[in-house]
């Protein structure tokens, strides 16, 4: 059954005080700003399909916003109704930009020591399976992840738990033993609310300070010692 997320950070900080290290048997990543360094090809495609359908030109730090939640819900927000030929402008200036996206320091290694070590990797994305599909199969790390839920797999999307819950069932995972990476807040309360221990990626987080986890990882490298 799902634990009591406040059970799940009690725990938490037990293992902290007593200065142990968690054995978590699945570890289950964001994608974008955790896996991959995407920003600013994002950003880009989205101030400047803004900018071609409303004629308004917004600073990139008042777009942060739309790195963690669903592409099309950020465009609904600054375009309106003309949110979809916006998204079609879109996804035209972040395919020039794909492929300027690489995976972060440190991510390719961690992967493939973490699935060696038998640890079960997953994924729960805001991106569509589409626009999965187009990216995130050019790195090498893709054939390592087992179980991947996008946006458009389910009704909900993070920050509710539902994404979450439903890869870790997808493994039959022990919720005690599931940790997730991601680098927004939204990522931080989707773990709370699925009562899933959070790592926040510092490589990937613009503010770690205003992120509430369990762990701040520095460098993806730390997580081999979980």
């Not at 990543?29 to 600013?40: E, N, Q, R, V």
């Not at 920050?159 to 439903?166: C, E, G, I, R, V």
């Not at 493994?171 to 931080?188: C, H, M, N, P, Q």
């Amino acid at each position: 059954g799902i634990r009591d997320p406040e059970m799940s950070r009690g725990l938490g900080d037990v293992y902290k005080r007593q200065d142990r290290k968690m054995h978590y048997k699945t570890m289950i990543f964001d994608i974008d700003g955790t896996l991959t360094d995407s920003a600013s090809a994002i950003l880009y495609a989205l101030r400047q399909a803004v900018l071609k359908i409303t004629g308004k030109d917004y600073d990139e730090k008042e777009l942060l916003f739309a790195l963690g939640v669903p592409s099309h819900l950020a465009m609904k927000k600054l375009t309106g109704d003309r949110w979809r030929e916006a998204m079609e402008v879109g996804q035209n200036y972040y395919q020039e930009g794909l492929k300027n996206i690489h995976l972060f320091d440190g991510i390719e290694n961690t992967i493939k020591e973490l699935y060696k070590k038998g640890t079960q990797l997953g994924i729960v994305t805001s991106k569509s399976r589409a626009e999965f599909q187009r990216s995130f199969f050019n790195y090498p790390i893709h054939p390592y992840f087992s179980h991947v839920i996008c946006q458009d797999d389910m009704p909900y999307h993070k920050p509710d738990p539902q994404p979450l819950l439903a890869c870790a069932k997808l493994f039959e995972a022990d919720l005690s033993l599931v940790l997730y990476i991601g680098d927004t807040i939204s990522d931080s309360i989707c773990a709370k609310n699925a009562g899933v221990n959070f790592a926040l990626a510092g490589w990937g987080c613009p503010d770690p300070n205003s992120v509430p986890t369990d762990i701040l990882l520095h460098t993806p490298e730390e997580l081999l010692s979980f």
